[in-house]
């Protein structure tokens, strides 16, 4: 069975940093690209960034450019989300997700963890 289980949210002043970790099992970890999404209440989920099989390659939402840094660790299996220069808007649960290919849905997603920026 597919498993994502996402940690390192919590609650944060503006202007601060947190590092959110996905790590998954069930699945062979290096054949997946890698994504981040968020929802906030009230809003539509939104892509955050995204990585491909062994790192080659990220791809950055505007709102998160120069501020959120995807990586990975195809050995731990793991894919995180450096998250720096918080702003309350950031607030929202983000989730993890894996797909195949770029071309493809997320077939599979995480419970979320709970990002809380205060001003």
């Known amino acids: 069975q597919v498993q994502l289980v996402e940690s390192g949210g919590g609650l944060v002043q503006a202007g601060g940093s947190l590092r959110l970790s996905c790590a998954a099992s069930g699945l062979t970890f290096s054949r997946y690209v890698m994504g981040w999404f968020r929802q906030a209440p009230e809003k539509e989920r939104e892509f955050i960034a995204a990585i491909t099989w062994n790192g080659d390659s990220t791809y950055t939402a505007d709102s998160a450019k120069g501020r959120f840094t995807i990586s990975r660790d195809n050995a731990k299996n793991t894919v995180y989300l450096q998250m720096n220069s918080l702003k309350p808007e950031d607030t929202a649960v983000y989730y993890c997700?894996?797909?195949?290919?770029?071309?493809?849905?997320?077939?599979?997603w995480g419970q979320g963890t709970q990002v809380t920026v205060s001003s």
């Open positions: 997700a894996a797909r195949r290919t770029i071309a493809t849905a997320y077939a599979h």
